[in-house]
T-cell receptor
């Protein structure tokens, strides 16, 4: 069964600290993996998109990694800021030539405290 | 560009009533997506369009749900009749195109918060 599992469900860290969010998937065949940030009451915003051949992608203080062999991805946030408080959603697509079917994780709720 | 525009932002209705959600994608984007988000199920893709044509509606939960895209700048998602379990946040998103194997950045609207009593 194609699934996307994210951990932890929620995380609280202090401002300035680093953190890493995990995404494990069983989707096959794999096409691409996306990380979204969703602020409370807002729509998701794309952070990164990675294909099979990419194992790391950065967007400012956000760095996503992908291990297609173990079917794991992580999102590392460096020097966290209060504005990083949000839900982070991992989405995996299962086909190459079109959008494919999308499989969504339930998200990790990150809270950054001052 | 104003981004993806959705209306209304909030909707409260009674069970059995018809609900119509509206979306204006970013100008020039060829793809339009409708999503639903609930606490129980998270984010789900309902349907998406390419050049105004529905491509995949396998995520549409029931026949009570229908979506149209009469032109490149407007889409609707209709629920008739509505039920309490339809209460959710409905997002519309658009993207420029889909590159083979890569996907493309989707830009989400602010969402419509629907409550069916």
């Amino acid at each position: 069964k194609n699934q996307v599992e994210q951990s932890p469900q929620s995380l609280i860290i202090l401002e300035g600290k680093n953190c890493t969010l995990q995404c494990n998937y069983t989707v096959s065949p794999f096409s691409n993996l996306r990380w979204y940030k969703q602020d409370t009451g807002r729509g998701p915003v794309s952070l990164t998109i990675m294909t099979f051949s990419e194992n790391t992608k950065s967007n400012g203080r956000y760095t996503a990694t992908l291990d297609a062999d173990t079917k794991q991805s992580s999102l590392h946030i460096t020097a966290s800021q209060l504005s990083d408080s949000a839900s982070y959603i991992c989405v995996v697509s299962d086909r190459g030539s079109t959008l494919g079917r999308l499989y969504f994780g339930r998200g990790t709720q990150l809270t950054v405290w001052p | 560009d104003a981004g993806v525009i959705q209306s209304p932002r909030h909707e409260v209705t009674e069970m059995g009533q018809e609900v119509t959600l509206r979306c204006k994608p970013i100008s020039g984007h060829d793809y339009l997506f409708w999503y639903r988000q609930t606490m129980m199920r998270g984010l789900e893709l309902l349907i998406y369009f390419n050049n105004n044509v529905p491509i995949d509606d396998s995520g549409m939960p029931e026949d009570r749900f229908s979506a149209k895209m009469p032109n490149a700048s407007f889409s609707t998602l209709k629920i008739q009749p509505s039920e309490p379990r339809d209460s959710a946040v409905y997002f519309c998103a658009s993207s420029l195109f889909l590159t083979s194997g890569r996907g493309e950045t989707q830009y989400f609207g602010p969402g419509t918060r629907l409550l069916v009593l």
